[in-house]
T-cell receptor, first 113, second 113 residues
Framework: GDSVTQTEGLVTVTEGLPVMLNCTYQ???????FFWYVQYLNEAPKLLLR?????KRTEHQGFHATLHKSSSSFHLQKSSVQLSDSALYYC???????????FGDGTQLVVKP | DPKIIQKPKYLVAVTGSEKILICEQY?????MYWYRQSAKKPLEFMFS???????DNQTASSRFQPQSSKKNHLDLQITALKPDDSATYFC????????????FGSGTRLLVI
């Protein structure tokens, strides 16, 4: 079945430094969409970016991710984090057979001054 | 204006009681979902509906029953409440089409005492 793995439960980064949140996946489908959702404290998860094209960089709000089907990865990166980036980040994929989105366990990003 | 309305925002219930969580979306989407988020399991899929029909059910317990009285409504009835049901319940919706992303409501925080 489909699954998404986020190995880091908590990532702490100093403001202004780069960050990478890891995401790997397993799926039997080839026509799959991949997402990063961000959830700020006491708010709903909201879409940060999405991709379904292999080796194409997708950017939004300073974050970027590139789908690499060869390594089954969709890592999220930012070159210089801000305090306001502190949030819970979910990697996810969409099962094309039923449009169900599978979420990883999430990575809590804490940006410290 | 919020596009997905969930009511109530907070809910305290007594063990053994029954509650209904309300969800209405004004995005014109045909598919609606329920997810649960707790400390034990982040963003756990529960149900998906498309055109008011149940498409997928990953909830083991029959105590959880979705109800769709209108195209843009998907309520969640929970009977015989247990303390373990304490969680934030998110409603989401998506437009037609494969691999559509979800828009989430702000959630209902349920505490069962």
């Amino acid at each position: 079945g489909d699954s998404v793995t986020q190995t880091e439960g908590l990532v702490t980064v100093t403001e202004g430094l780069p960050v990478m949140l890891n995401c790997t996946y397993q799926t039997a489908y080839s026509d799959v969409a991949f997402f990063w959702y961000v959830q700020y404290l006491n708010e709903a998860p909201k879409l940060l970016l999405r991709s379904s094209t292999d080796n194409k960089r997708t950017e939004h709000q300073g974050f970027h991710a590139t789908l690499h089907k060869s390594s089954s990865s969709f890592h999220l990166q930012k070159s210089s984090v801000q305090l306001s980036d502190s949030a819970l980040y979910y990697c996810a994929l969409s099962d094309p057979s039923n449009n169900r989105i599978f979420f990883g366990d999430g990575t809590q990003l804490v940006v410290k001054p | 204006d919020p596009k997905i309305i969930q009511k109530p925002k907070y809910l305290v219930a007594v063990t053994g009681s029954e509650k209904i969580l309300i969800c209405e979306q004004y995005l014109g989407h045909n598919a609606m979902y329920w997810y649960r988020q707790s400390a034990k399991k982040p963003l756990e899929f529960m149900f998906s509906y498309s055109y008011q029909k149940l498409m997928d059910n990953q909830t083991a317990s029959s105590r959880f029953q979705p109800q769709s009285s209108k195209k843009n409504h998907l309520d969640l009835q929970i009977t015989a409440l247990k303390p373990d049901d304490s969680a934030t319940y998110f409603c989401a919706s998506s437009p037609p089409g494969q691999n559509s992303d979800y828009t989430f409501g702000s959630g209902t925080r349920l505490l069962v005492i």
